[in-house]
């Protein structure tokens, strides 16, 4: 692996929390504002954990994209949730096995974007 497939958020000892799938979390994403930040719960099954390219542009990158942590998760009600996990996201494990330090596996972006979900 060279340069170019490294970032800050790739580094191969990055220290990740891989969630089993099934597992009951909460997940607190806060949103910074200038003197206050918002916090939102959400309580939900987790289907699965993934890394995945953005649409955004970023040089030096795998890709020359940006790549960002996702939680996929499902409500009680069956809505499902594409979370994004970043500094400001806090993963509470409320039901199933504990976490294991991990990498987050990588999903290549089809070449058909229409049947994207992000």
């Not at 089993?20 to 289907?47: D, M």
């Not at 996929?72 to 509470?92: A, P, S």
């Amino acid at each position: 692996m060279d340069e170019s497939q490294l970032s800050q958020s790739l580094r191969p000892g990055q220290r990740t929390l891989v969630y089993a799938p099934g597992s009951i979390v909460r997940v607190t994403e806060q949103i910074p504002r200038r003197t206050q930040s918002l916090a939102i719960a959400i309580t939900g099954r987790v289907l699965r954990q993934e890394r995945q390219a953005s649409g955004s542009w970023f040089a030096r990158n795998k890709g020359q994209r940006l790549w960002l942590d996702r939680l996929i998760i499902e409500k009680d009600d069956g809505e499902q949730l594409v979370l994004n996990l970043d500094d400001y996201t806090h993963v509470e494990l409320l039901q199933g096995p504990p976490p294991r330090d991990g990498q987050t596996p990588m999903i290549e972006p089809a070449q058909d974007r229409t049947g994207s979900r992000t």
